[in-house]
């Protein structure tokens, strides 16, 4: 009997297993966002998540392990301050660079002498990473620099024609709790820097550590740094605020363009969980323009920030429906 979803969709972790161990690759769900696994020992099956994604082979991956230990050869060294981050935040929404251990390859890491781990918190993908025994490679699961997916459709929509129903799996873990990837500590560096905003704040590192952390210095220390990333197909503009918001969208839409506002500052949980979905919707919807509505600088609010932020970095796009002006 086919699945209803092209073959791709399942629930079985068996069944994932079965598919890493033969060098597939699975979309795993984790409380941030999906990613796209391999099994972190197989080259080969490395190879395919960079050419799946369409990502360039110097975006170093992050490992998902079960847990984080010296003897696993994974990473040369487990600091005092990765021990505390871990113990805290562990399984959860945080991944740490760290000296890299002898069983990490090159493909992983695009050379680099460090290694970005993280343990997540998903009793399916938990479940999974137990009884592979080892470790595994996962990007988030879209196109590069497009929206990252938050269900396993959203993994659908983007690589359905990419992915082998034969050999790869959409492990479907339902909706993702948090909804923005993992906050990065770069803990190779002194200070720690701060790669990537998420749901655990700068503050919740600093008090952790008890002791100041910098925000990332150098070019693109990590790929979801780059100016443009998260970007949906529609125009995104952001406003400070809502009255600015409506005055955005009323001057698009006198133009003749279709017009969206997105704002759910009221709930920034909620509003986390919903924002790459909402991304998506714009473009379902078939807008030319949605105008964000900025929410605060606080909390869970950085991270949204910046996702936004990247989102409108690319500028005006070709409108959604090149025929509606003509
Ligand atoms: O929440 C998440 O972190 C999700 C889920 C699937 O775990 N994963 C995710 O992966 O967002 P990805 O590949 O989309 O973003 C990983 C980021 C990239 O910006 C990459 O450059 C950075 O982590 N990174 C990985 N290893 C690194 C390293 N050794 N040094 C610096 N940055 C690193
Ligand atoms: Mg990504």
Same mark, same amino acid.
């Given at each position: 009997? !086919?699945?209803? *979803? ?11 297993? +079965?598919?890493?161990? @033969?060098?597939?690759? %699975?979309?795993?769900? *984790?409380?941030? %966002? ?14 395919? #998540? ?19 230990? #010296?003897?696993?050869?994974? =990473?040369?060294?487990?600091? =005092? /301050? $990765? ?15 760290? !000296? ?15 290694? &970005? ?12 990473? &137990?009884?592979? &025994? ?13 929206? /990252?997916? *938050? ?6 929509? +983007? ?13 479907? &873990? ?7 990837? /993992? ?29 100041? %952390? ?16 998260? $970007?949906?197909?529609? *125009? =995104? ?31 920034? =949980?909620? $509003?986390?969980? /919903? ?13 030319? #323009? ?11 609010? @950085? ?15 070709? !409108? ?7």
């Amino acid at each position: 009997m !086919p699945f209803p *979803t092209d073959g791709l969709i399942s629930t079985n972790v068996d069944l994932a297993l +079965d598919r890493l161990r @033969h060098g597939g690759l %699975v979309a795993i769900p *984790t409380e941030t %966002v999906y990613g796209l696994a391999a099994d972190a020992e197989q080259p080969a099956a490395i190879g395919r #998540v960079y050419a799946v994604k369409g990502r360039p082979s110097d975006h170093p991956l992050i490992l998902h392990l079960a847990r984080l230990d #010296v003897s696993d050869r994974w =990473v040369a060294d487990v600091p =005092v /301050s $990765a021990r505390r981050l871990g113990d805290a935040c562990w399984p959860g929404p945080l991944t740490l660079v760290l !000296p890299r251990g002898p069983r990490v390859s090159d493909g992983i890491t695009g050379g680099r002498d460090t290694v &970005g781990v993280r343990i997540p918190s998903h009793p399916l993908t938990l479940d999974l990473l &137990g009884r592979l &025994g080892g470790g595994l490679v996962a990007p988030s699961a879209n196109r590069f620099g497009k929206v /990252s997916p *938050t269900t396993a459709r959203h993994v659908l929509e +983007d690589l359905a024609g990419r992915l082998d129903p034969e050999r790869d799996l959409i492990l479907d &873990g339902g909706p993702c709790r948090i909804g923005v990837e /993992s906050t990065i500590v770069d803990l190779s560096v002194e200070p720690p820097q701060i790669l990537r905003a998420g749901a655990i704040s700068k503050d919740d590192i600093e008090r952790l550590l008890a002791g100041p %952390v910098a925000g990332a210095t150098g070019p693109s220390r990590a790929s979801g740094m780059l100016m443009s990333h998260y $970007a949906p197909d529609c *125009t =995104v503009l952001l406003a400070d605020d809502p009255i600015e918001a409506e005055a955005l969208a009323a001057m698009h839409r006198a133009g003749g363009e279709r017009v969206g506002v997105l704002d759910r500052n009221d709930d920034l =949980v909620v $509003a986390a969980q /919903s924002l790459y979905s909402d991304l998506r919707a714009a473009d379902h919807s078939e807008l030319d #323009v949605l105008v964000a509505v900025m929410p605060p600088a606080a909390g869970i609010g @950085h991270a949204l920030r910046d996702r936004l932020m990247k989102a409108a970095a690319q500028g005006p796009r070709r !409108p959604n429906r090149p025929n509606r002006a003509g």
